[in-house]
């Protein structure tokens, strides 16, 4: 079974640059998350969604991260204009359904975006 | 707000030996846990989990312990091995239904062959 995908691997941008990422979740995962682990700390929520909808968005900055999930499957994570701050691992999980509640999440290999 | 904490960033142990992992959670309405580990430039991959109604679970070498009371859960990892070497985290989650987890911020283990 092939895992979550990412891309891509890593990223360097001048701050008020901008920049996307990329996320195919395992097939048949109904729920996908954005997660920004800033180095030395653990994975932090930006957003989730159900299908393509948006299930928890409350930790995401929208005055410059924006995010979505059409057709439900691949989902693209923007940020414009990128802080110096921004410089992290994202990381994108899916899961099987919402509510489904092993709280097993299963991840992707992340995306490392330094920003100069 | 950390509601999730691993106040050592650093273990080392010996191969065969047990190592601890330890986590603390401030938020009562946390019900469900679990442990990932990290191994460099690789996602977190799920290790074991606990529901509240329980203690302790075991799978293999892996034992996660559960104190409600204290609001303390560990991992035990008994006989430890170099492969066990990475960066474990625990989470938690509250299961209102968002499936959100709130991670700590991890715990390097080396396991020296």
């Given at each position: 079974e092939a895992g979550v995908a990412q891309s891509p691997r890593y990223k360097i941008i001048e701050k008020r640059q901008s920049v996307a990422f990329w996320c195919n979740p395992i097939s048949g995962h109904a729920t996908l998350y954005w997660y920004q682990q800033i180095l030395g700390q653990g994975p932090k929520l930006l957003i989730q969604f159900q299908n393509n909808g948006v299930v928890d968005d409350s930790q995401l900055p929208k005055d410059r991260f924006s995010a979505e999930r059409l057709k439900g499957v691949d989902s693209t994570l923007k940020i414009q204009p990128a802080k110096l701050e921004d410089s992290a691992v994202y990381l994108c999980a899916s899961s099987l359904v919402l509510g489904e509640s092993t709280g097993e999440l299963f991840f992707g290999e992340g995306s490392r975006l330094t920003v100069l | 707000d950390q509601q999730v904490k691993q106040n050592s960033p650093s273990l080392s142990v010996q191969e065969g030996r047990i190592s601890i992992l330890n986590c603390d959670y401030t938020n009562s309405m946390f019900d469900y846990f679990l442990w990932y580990k990290k191994y460099p430039a690789e996602g977190p991959t799920f290790l074991i989990s606990i529901s509240s109604i329980k203690d302790k679970n075991e799978d293999g070498r892996f034992t996660v312990f559960l104190n409600k009371s204290a609001k303390h859960l560990s991992l035990h990892i008994v006989?430890?091995?170099?492969?066990?070497?990475a960066v474990y985290f625990c989470a938690a989650s509250d299961q209102t239904g968002a499936n959100n987890l709130f991670f700590g911020t991890g715990t390097r283990l080396t396991v020296i062959p």
């Open positions: - | 006989p430890s091995q170099p492969g066990d070497s």
